[in-house]
């Protein structure tokens, strides 16, 4: 509830957290009204990056939506026949909203970071929108999420524009690529993620096969 001065206060609280115990509170606190706050201001994310996915990745596979949130990517991602989807994220209370969606198999608390309790080679793809921003999920997340999904599979997922450039997620990126994990095949242009903001960050969505 509110105007939308206090939808963006509450969004930006979340950038400001300090480490993981403040996120998941932020998070398990605001997961009844962030759907409504994040549609308000206008949340992209989600529906480019569907767009994304469905260019790219056949569906009929297992995949993983790591930082799953209330599930607002599986809403988009069911209705284009990605029925096979397993969900992660530190937030019990995001994720309750999720589980009452019915669009994923499985929903487990698990921190992007920390090593992850999947076998390799788990998924045939792995997707992640909102989370590779400020104050949330490192640039070392991919080195799991990379050695989850199988050879060939794919990853989509956003980055938050500045965050990207000095946040160490180029780099980061780069040396996987180096180190032939995973090769780059698009990365979009640079998106309005809040255009109801009165100021929005800036987003890309990248779409990598893994080696
Ligand atoms: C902006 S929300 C995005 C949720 C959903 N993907 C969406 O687009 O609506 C960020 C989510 O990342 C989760 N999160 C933040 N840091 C995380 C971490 N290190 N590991 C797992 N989840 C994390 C939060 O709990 C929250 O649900």
Redesign the pocket.
């Known amino acids: 509830m509110g105007d939308s001065t206090e939808r963006e206060q509450r969004l930006n609280r979340?950038y400001a957290a300090q480490g993981?115990d403040d996120?998941?509170q932020i998070?398990d606190e605001w997961a009844d009204d962030?759907e409504e706050d994040?549609f308000t201001l206008g949340?992209t994310?989600?529906g480019v990056a569907a767009g994304f996915i469905g260019r790219h990745v056949p569906p009929g596979g297992k995949a993983l939506?790591?930082?799953?949130?209330?599930g607002?990517?599986g809403d988009i991602l069911r209705v284009l026949d990605y029925s096979d989807l397993t969900g992660?994220?530190?937030?019990e209370g995001?994720m309750r909203r999720a589980r009452a969606k019915g669009a994923y198999s499985d929903l487990r608390r698990?921190?992007?970071?920390e090593p992850l309790d999947f076998p390799d080679d788990a998924f045939d793809a792995c997707f992640?929108?909102?989370?590779f921003?400020e104050g949330?999920?490192p640039p070392e997340?991919f080195d799991e999420l990379v050695r989850v999904v199988r050879p060939g599979g794919w990853m989509v997922f956003s980055v938050r524009a500045d965050v990207y450039e000095n946040g160490g997620f180029r780099e980061k990126q780069q040396a996987l690529e180096d180190e032939g994990k995973w090769w780059l095949v698009r990365m979009s242009d640079a998106f309005t993620m809040f255009p109801a903001m009165e100021t929005s960050h800036d987003g890309r969505i990248f779409v990598y096969q893994i080696s």
Not at 65 to 70: E, I, K, L, R, S
Not at 88 to 91: A, G
């Open positions: 979340v993981t996120i998941e998070y962030y994040v949340y994310v989600p939506d790591a930082a799953v949130g209330t607002a990517l992660i994220d530190l937030s995001m698990m921190m992007l970071g992640s929108v909102g989370v921003t949330h999920a997340s």
